[in-house]
């Protein structure tokens, strides 16, 4: 392992080619030492911090991308690492990384957290040796790392439940794109939404802090947008926090959503999509309750209600057609 040196003067660049060997060297299953020198390395500077929190969301990224297991990752060269995880592919994984670097240095953090996953239409409850319980929705990863003044999660994809054990010694902190969400005792569902985060209270209060250092108190029966910038709040009733958090129950609760929008949460479970062959079907309304492994229901209440008619695939997709394109 090369010397350490001081950041004093480093570019952002270096520090970032930097972080990249020093995950590269990580994977490797490194010796004591090497952990020790990539610890400290990170605990030095902030910029480090997140420069290596940076470099591991892209690696995990690529791997997701290339469809290979990256819980037990590929050893790679240095130099290859340091060349392939650049700002270009990192920057979409900034904002988690400053989150986190946030809340507890980096070293600490990645040695301690435990990952729990779920597929495409799978949902899983995690019990947490803290009395918590985070509920996994379909395709979702989430990162915990308890200790004994500090509880650190990540929703690093998808949407999770989390039921919090209350604790005030020890704040309740999940790290999301554009900020941190922080609780006591209590229960709030988070969904990832591309580059928007969707926070909903159930119960007690919750925390924002962005990435940008606005704060916001989210109480029970409201929600929250979150982006890096800004935290936007607004009141929910009973029935649209239902509809929230009915995946829970394995549903999928629609009250005159749009074709277009029912489809894309259909296709949250199904490893093969719905498509809309005709865009005249995407603005036609719905609703109902369905499962969410029940998508032929929902199809069929599309050709019993609306003028739609679907065609089965070979490679399992369904493609919705305009019933007047039919024979």
């Keep these: 392992m090369a010397r350490l040196s001081r950041s004093t003067g480093q570019t952002r660049d270096a520090i970032e080619a930097q972080a ?37 969301l892209a690696w995990d990224a690529g791997e997701r991308l290339k469809g290979q297991d990256f819980s037990a990752p590929h050893p790679v060269s240095a130099a290859s690492a340091a060349r392939g995880i650049t700002r270009r592919n990192v920057i979409a994984g900034a904002s988690v990384a400053a989150a986190v670097a946030a809340i507890v240095p ?29 509920h996994l929705n379909t395709d979702t990863q989430v ?3 308890l200790s004994a003044d500090r509880r650190q999660l990540s929703l690093v994809r998808g949407e999770a439940y989390f039921d919090v054990a209350h604790d005030p010694t020890r704040p309740f902190d999940v790290a999301v794109p ?47 947008v979150i982006q890096p910038r800004t935290v936007a709040v607004g009141h929910m009733d009973e029935s649209a926090i239902a509809k929230r958090v009915a995946w829970r129950e394995r549903m999928i609760l629609l009250n005159g959503e749009t074709v277009g929008e029912a489809v894309a949460e259909f296709n949250r479970y199904r490893a093969a999509p719905i498509l809309i062959g005709d865009q005249r079907i995407a603005g036609l309304r719905i609703g109902g309750r369905f499962r969410t492994d029940e998508s032929s229901e929902f199809l069929r209440a599309l050709e019993q209600t609306l003028p739609v008619h679907s065609a089965s695939e070979d490679n399992g997709s369904v493609l919705l057609m305009y019933a007047d394109q039919t024979t």
């Design 20 to 56: 990249a060997a020093y995950l590269a060297a990580s994977l490797n299953d490194p010796d004591p030492a090497t952990r020790l020198t990539i610890t400290d390395w990170i605990e030095r500077d902030p910029r480090h911090a997140v420069a290596y929190a940076q470099a591991e």
């Design 106 to 134: 980096l070293g600490v953090w990645l040695s301690r957290a435990t990952r729990y996953s779920t597929a495409i239409g799978e949902a899983r409850d995690v019990a947490l040796a803290d009395g918590s319980r985070v």
């Design 178 to 224: 554009g900020g941190v969400v922080r609780a006591i005792g209590t229960a709030f569902n988070i969904r990832l939404r591309g580059a928007v985060v969707e926070l909903t209270v159930m119960h007690g209060i919750v925390g924002v802090r962005t990435a940008e250092g606005v704060m916001r108190r989210v109480p029970m029966g409201e929600s929250a």
């Design 143 to 145: 990162q915990v790392a």
